[in-house]
Every structure is written in C-alpha cells, then in structure tokens.
C-alpha cells in the first residue's frame, strides 16, 4: 500500500522507474529466514529474479547463499560479498569458459543437469587439478500446476537429468576422478501457490535419494530448489507464508542425520518490495476500447506480455476517487511498437488523466532483470524507499 506521501514524491521523479520497499524487503528476509532456522535449512537466494546490488547486498547480509545460472551470476555473488562456499551454479548449458571460471572461484556446488556436462566438468577440473562438488539435478516428473512456460519439473522439459539416465550417471559419478558427488538437486518450477505440490516432490526426492544410497553414495545434500509463489491479485498480503512451506518438507523428507536440505527461492523473497512505477502520457478513448498509454511497457517490465502474467495495476493519483467513482474499463499499454505490449485489458480504473502516476505492482521479481532495449529504450533507472 503506497502512502500519500510517497505518491507525492513520486510526482517529482522522472519516470518510468523500478521502486524498492527496501524495509519490505528486509522484513520479508527475516521472516524466511526466521521459518528456516528450527529446522536448520540452507538457503541459496536464486539471483535470477533480481540481481540489483542494492537488493542483494541485503540479502547477502542476512547469511544466504546464492544459485547463479551464470558466470555473470557468479561473478556478481562473489562482487557482492557473497561467501564462494555458499554458491551454486545451476544450468542446462553452462560454457566451458562459465565452468572454468566458477571452478577457478572455488563455489560450493555445481548443479550438473546432463550426463555429458559430467563429463566435461570432470575434464575441466582434471585440468586445472582441482575436485569440483556435483550435485545432479533430476528432473522428477512432478506437475508444479503453474503456467505452462515456467514449469521445468516433467518429462518434456528440457532442464535435469531423466530418471531412465540415473544408472549412467552413476557409472560416470564413479568413472570421474575429479567430481565429488554431494547430493540431489530438484526444482520444479516457478510462482507455485498450492503447496501439495511440494509433499508430491517430497514423496520423489525420498524416491532418489534411496535409489542412490543403495548404490552405495552418501547424500550430504537434498536441494528442493525455489518456485514458491506470491499473491499477484493481494500485493498488500506481502510476505509469503515461509512456515507452511518449511513444514511440509520438514514433515514429508526423509531426512538422514548430518543430511543437508538447501533451498532456491527467488520470487518469494523479492517479488513484492518493488512496483513499476509509471507515468500515463495520454489516454485514448475509442469506441470499442478505451486506452491508457504509460510511458513503461514490455521493454521494461515483460512478464505480462510474455507469459500473460497478472501484475495488479494502481492509479496512484486518483486513489482517493475509487469508491467515489464509477471506474471505467482501460487496455494499459505501453509505447512499444507490439500490440503485446499490454499490461492488462479491461481493467478498472477512476477516471484517469495525462500525467498520473500508475504502480504496476509485484514487479521485485523478474522485472527489472528482464528488462531489454528493444526500440533502443533507455535503461531503466531504480529507487529505494530510503532515498525519497
Ligand atoms: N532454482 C532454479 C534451478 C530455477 O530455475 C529457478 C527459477 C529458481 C531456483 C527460482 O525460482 P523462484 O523461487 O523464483 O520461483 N521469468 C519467470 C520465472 C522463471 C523462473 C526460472 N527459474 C517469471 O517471470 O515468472
């Protein structure tokens, strides 16, 4: 919830830029981090929902570790302070050139996701005579019931290794002198809201884990991975409920003592403590369709247009007319030359004007990052709460 006084601020400030609840953010870390800790989980923040330094310098502080799916991701982990013994690097393509440069940097984990990279990573590190720390990411056929483009745990995506593989994989975990094989690495995928998804993760990683261990390896780590959602539709219920979600895999994994559980959450952490804030350039009313035009679009914010992502769109400037008021139904587009640059359709608004400031709210997580340059837009800029 935005308060008067910082609508009106907001007015002074060129847009469109990215606002960051920094004392949000802090909160929300605590609250994770606080639920994790009876239970003693590991927690990597996943840098690919938002690597903005600011952010990350507060999420280093906290203690988490971090999971990059990049060199970049790593070097900016390492930039930022983050301890390399608390890095892992995911990813169904990692370069030799992004291999060699996290084995230089000595990171905890490397979350192998085919039999071939196995093979790779173990002649890289023969190489450079050192012992890189695996785990092998199983792809564990589990339904996360999320939109379609962010599930990665079925058989017919592309990410992890495939459960009729895992006999190979153990013969090439053997054959390599120079992998330290340390545990199981699952993530199913992203913005999940019914938690039973998770017990069904559960019941599989139990699954593999036994499978391993009775071909003789030790498991000193089970990483779930990320994916727990936020409220799109109730930005104002901002902290996600970590301890349910603890619980469950406190209750429902097989955890082995001295076995550890590490998780690789994104969203969760980030997604609300920022807004997309905007400015309307011009209003368009037609016959059919009555348009809003912001001066943001997909190129900075491009979930919607990618993925239909819902983002609860405000009119900061005539909050205090939206009981007053009949709404009136507005497309919110933005200036981009795609008619999928579109931040909702038919949505209800006061009655809206040239020069008033909209919140495109939730946009912590995957904003900002997955911003581009196309139609060669500026880049776009970011404010924290504790500068205005
Ligand atoms: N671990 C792995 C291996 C991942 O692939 C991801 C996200 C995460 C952790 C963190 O997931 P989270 O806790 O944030 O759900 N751009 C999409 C989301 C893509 C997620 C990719 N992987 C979106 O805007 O919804």
């Not at 890095?87 to 490397?110: Q, R, T, W, Y």
């Not at 109730?234 to 955890?255: A, R, V």
Request: glycine share 6%.
């Amino acid at each position: 919830m935005f308060a008067d006084k910082d609508i009106s601020k907001f007015n002074n400030i060129e847009t469109p830029f990215y606002y960051y609840d920094t004392d949000l953010l802090q909160k929300t870390l605590h609250t994770c981090a606080d639920a994790a800790a009876p239970y003693q989980f590991h927690i990597h923040y996943a840098l690919k929902a938002n690597f903005n330094p600011v952010l990350l310098n507060q999420v280093k502080e906290i203690g988490f570790g971090a999971d990059c799916v990049s060199a970049g991701e790593v070097r900016r982990a390492v930039e930022v302070g983050f301890d390399n013994k608390k890095i892992v690097f995911a990813g169904v393509g990692k370069s030799d050139k992004e291999i060699n440069e996290a084995l230089d940097l000595d990171i905890f984990c490397f979350n192998v996701e085919s039999i071939q990279e196995l093979e790779v990573l173990n002649e890289l590190a023969v190489k450079k005579g050192k012992t890189a720390q695996v785990a092998i990411r199983i792809n564990p056929n589990v339904d996360a019931h999320t939109h379609h483009n962010i599930t990665t745990g079925l058989d017919e995506n592309k990410f992890g290794i495939n459960s009729w593989d895992l006999p190979e994989c153990a013969d090439t975990l053997k054959a390599s002198p120079n992998l330290k094989f340390i545990g199981i690495h699952f993530h199913i995928g992203s913005q999940i809201t019914n938690l039973d998804v998770y017990k069904n993760l559960c019941v599989r990683v139990n699954e593999f884990a036994a499978w391993f261990e009775d071909k003789g390896f030790k498991l000193q780590v089970l990483n779930v991975g990320g994916g727990l959602g936020i409220d799109y539709y109730n930005p104002d219920h901002q902290i996600p409920d970590f301890g349910s979600y603890f619980k469950i895999f406190n209750e429902f994994l097989t955890i082995k003592p001295g076995q550890e559980v590490h998780f690789e959450l994104g969203r969760a952490l980030v997604g609300q403590s920022a807004s997309l804030i905007t400015r309307v350039l011009y209003i368009k009313n037609g016959k059919k369709k009555n348009f809003v035009v912001l001066d943001a679009g997909m190129t900075e914010l491009m979930r919607p247009a990618l993925y239909q992502a819902y983002h609860k769109i405000e009119n900061l400037s005539r909050i205090s007319n939206l009981r007053s008021q009949t709404p009136i139904k507005y497309d919110i587009v933005g200036p981009i030359c795609e008619s999928t640059d579109c931040f909702g359709k038919e949505v209800e608004q006061p009655e809206s004007f040239r020069g008033d400031i909209f919140a495109i709210r939730s946009a912590g997580a995957y904003g900002e990052v997955m911003a581009s340059k196309y139609n060669l837009r500026d880049a776009i800029r970011s404010v924290y709460s504790y500068e205005i």
